[in-house]
């Protein structure tokens, strides 16, 4: 019983577009099925195929999420924190990764003298000799330095602890190609087998949030956050680039889709989508 599920689930997950709509071959089956003596037990075991196709989809999808994020917050506190610490600490001298970071540090401190002179100025705080506002300033200076030293051994951390998780996360894939198939046959089950109405709904908010028109503002947070993580720099023109032609993949992969597979499949859910979209 469980091998011919499992060959059942193959199929699915490999079955192919074909030249009739999806929705006409489902209301043919349906007629077949109803006149089909043993529809009874082929109900009850495609139920069975159903049943297990979720549960196991739901389990890798956990696997997939859960055992990078572990291994990634293991190996970054158990291991490459203490050996990183140790050596960034050795060589005290490395403070900034790139010239982002230090154009933010000099900022900063920039604020910081500007708002001591303010608060001077209006009364906040008593007149002060030069040697006193250069000690604050220089403790000021430190305080940053610590800040961003560790902002850069942190940058370091994250590159060897998500390359780990790349690893982690690309092995689970490689050694479980059958699980890995049950997940894509319930993937496209499940979108598939959405009403016109939902599909359209989910197609145009994605197209929205990755490719509508205020998602510059938001493709420039995402991308100045992950440059931050791995401690790159914080290239303007690498950012405007990257938002200029980015969103543009991704709105023609959404439309190939929809003219390639969807428009084949549910041709009514593409009619709703361009409604809708109007």
Known sequence: MKYWNLKKINQLAFEKTGIIPRSMSKLFDRFKQELNPNAEVEALEEFKVAKYQTSASVKYIIILLVMPILINQISKTFVLSPLIN???????????????????????????????????????????????????????????????SKESSSAIKNILADLVSVIIFLSILILNKRQFSILKSFINESIYGLSDTAKAFLIILFTDIFVGFHSPHGWEIVIEAILRHFGLPESRDFIFIFISTFPVILDTIFKYWIFRYLNKISPSAVATYHNMNE
Do not use: C, P, T
């Not at 403070?95 to 003298?113: K, T």
């Not at 500007?114 to 604050?136: C, N, R, T």
């Not at 403790?139 to 961003?148: G, P, R, S």
């Open 86 to 148: 140790h050596f960034w600490n050795k060589n005290s001298s490395y403070i900034f990764l790139n010239h982002s970071q230090e154009e933010r540090a000099f900022a900063d401190l920039q604020r910081f003298e500007e708002k001591l002179h303010f608060e001077i100025l209006i009364g906040q705080l008593d007149s002060i000799s030069l040697e006193a506002i250069q000690k604050k300033m220089s403790d000021k200076a430190l305080e940053i330095a610590v800040d961003y």
